[in-house]
Structures are given as structure tokens and as C-alpha cells.
């Protein structure tokens, strides 16, 4: 995942993220049934399910560790993000002077390292579960592509929220 694309998802939110934290350890492989669509079978969505629920709060913390490093390099989270996006997508219209470059160039080093160290542990996390980063992001963009598939993970999401409560 690449730094600008992660920063961004964490900043704009766990879009669906939202229901209760649970950590569990699954040592067992996913065997990666996909139909002819290249969707996720119902045991690789209940797998996705629990590494949603275990990646939750390393994201949530992700996402508090970056804003601090954003603020501790002088920067507001908003003025960085501002200035990210126009990087991204070329756009010279926006007025950085040589000190807030500095700045924004020494919060961009910080979040390199966190977002390394992070991204550590999710594979890591990932992998004990029987999944892969990649296919983990692909069944991501599947879910946020697709309505049906969303409120059917969000459905999942609930249920396994109410059933530790």
C-alpha cells in the first residue's frame, strides 16, 4: 500500500470500521476460495470479518501517530493533508513557502517511519491469519465498490460485535 494512499485512508476514516475492537488469534490458513468473479468466498468474508475487527485498532493508532507527528513536525493534519493532495495530483496552484516545506518534507519523514512500522504489523497480523496484504486490499476495494458486498460486511461486522458483547 503506498504511503499517500494509506495516510489517506486513515485521515478520511475507517469508513466501516466503526463497530467494536476484538483480537483474536486465528493461526489457521484462509484457503482462498474465489468464484469466477474473483470474489470472496462466505469463508474468506468471515476471515476478512476478523481481520477487520483485529486491524481495527492498529489502524485507529496508525492514524492517532501520524496526527501527532503531523502536529509535532508544526503542521496541521488539514494544511498537510492540503498539501499532499496538490503534490499528488500536480496541482502548482497551492502557495507553500521554503518554512512550511520544511515542515511539511519533515512530517512526510516522520510518517514514513510509522507507516513502515505499521505496516509491518498489519502483514504480520495479516499472514497469521492465513491472509496476504495484497489480497486483503483486493477484497477491500471489492466491499467499497460494492453496496451489496459492503452491507453484507457490515452486517457480518455487527453480528460479530454483538456476539462479544
Not at 495530483?89 to 507553500?96: F, K, Y
Not at 491472509?131 to 465498490?145: A, L, P, Q
Request: glycine content about 6%; hydrophobic content about 40%.
Amino acid at each position: 500500500m503506498s504511503f499517500k494512499l494509506f495516510f489517506s485512508v486513515l485521515l478520511s476514516g475507517m469508513v466501516f470500521f466503526t463497530f467494536g475492537c476484538q483480537q483474536q488469534e486465528n493461526n489457521q490458513s484462509v484457503e482462498t476460495e474465489i468464484n469466477e468473479t474473483g470474489e470472496p468466498s462466505e469463508e474468506e468474508l468471515r476471515k476478512f470479518v476478523q481481520a477487520v475487527q483485529l486491524l481495527q485498532p492498529m489502524g485507529m493508532m496508525a492514524q492517532q501517530q501520524m496526527i501527532a507527528a503531523v502536529e509535532d513536525a508544526g503542521m496541521t493534519p488539514q494544511r498537510f493533508t492540503e498539501i499532499m493532495n496538490a503534490k499528488q495530483m500536480g496541482d502548482d496552484s497551492i502557495e507553500v513557502s521554503p518554512s512550511e516545506q520544511e515542515l511539511y518534507e519533515s512530517a512526510e519523514t516522520a510518517l514514513n517511519g510509522i507507516q513502515d512500522e505499521i505496516q509491518a504489523e498489519m502483514e504480520k497480523a495479516l499472514e497469521e491469519m492465513g491472509f496476504s496484504m495484497e489480497r486483503y486490499e483486493e477484497i477491500m476495494m471489492m466491499v467499497n465498490m460494492d453496496e451489496e458486498l459492503l452491507e453484507k460486511v457490515q452486517g457480518m461486522l455487527m453480528e460479530a460485535s454483538e456476539m462479544e458483547e
